[in-house]
């Protein structure tokens, strides 16, 4: 089973043109949202899954997470 929070309001942004592909948001989130797609892409996989704790984004190195804490 696959925790969601409330449907379609996680305010998760991610911008693929900053990413590095450290792997770092995969690390961090404790409900996988993101995914190595390849050796340099990290997209996410469900934003529904994001409880909105910021990991993510205060540990990009490169400003490539952005999370509005509050709702999830």
């Not at 993101?34 to 984004?57: H, L, P, Y």
């Not at 190195?61 to 999370?67: F, L, Q, S």
């Amino acid at each position: 089973m696959q925790m969601h929070y409330l449907e379609g309001v996680a305010e998760l942004y991610f911008d693929p043109e900053k990413c590095i592909g450290c792997g770092i948001c995969i690390e961090v989130c404790p409900h996988e949202v993101f995914q190595q797609v390849d050796s340099r892409t990290v997209i996410v996989k469900d934003k529904d899954r994001c409880m909105e704790c910021g990991a993510c984004a205060l540990n990009c190195p490169v400003n490539a997470v952005v999370v509005k804490p509050g709702v999830g």
